[in-house]
């Protein structure tokens, strides 16, 4: 299991940028796959950006294609996601999960370890 804390949410002008942060407990960070999904109010939770366990390999969903840019730092245990031009739409609680083994998945079922969220909030 891996306790992970996010941070880096805020509120923020559209075509504004955030980084959000991902830190991850324990030595077996580079075992686990990781992903961002959000929730804004009132909708299900839905995929944002996963990458593998290197770094090598990374996946988004076509709505931040171009915007957003997951990346990791296995040495620092910790995953990022870097949200550019953001829009209004991005609005919600941003999550990150970790899925043991060296290949991502879309699907949130497959993540076991989540962290508490970070809200992100972008203003009109």
């Known amino acids: 299991q891996v306790q992970l804390v996010e941070s880096g949410g805020g509120l923020v002008q559209a075509g504004g940028s955030l980084r959000l942060s991902c830190v991850a407990s324990?030595?077996?960070?580079?075992?686990?796959?990781m992903g961002w999904f959000r929730q804004a109010p009132g909708k299900e939770r839905e995929f944002v950006a996963a990458?593998?366990?290197?770094?090598?390999?990374?996946y988004y969903v076509d709505s931040v294609k171009g915007r957003f840019t997951i990346s990791r730092d296995n040495a620092k245990n910790t995953v990022y996601l870097q949200m550019n031009s953001l829009k209004p739409e991005d609005t919600a609680v941003y999550y990150c999960?970790?899925?043991?083994?060296?290949?991502?998945?879309?699907?949130?079922?497959?993540?076991?370890?989540w962290g508490q969220g970070t809200q992100v909030t972008v203003s009109s």
């Open positions: 999960a970790a899925r043991l083994g060296r290949s991502y998945s879309l699907t949130s079922h497959e993540y076991r370890d």
């Open positions: 324990g030595r077996t960070f580079s075992s686990y796959a």
């Open positions: 990458i593998n366990w290197s770094g090598g390999s990374t």
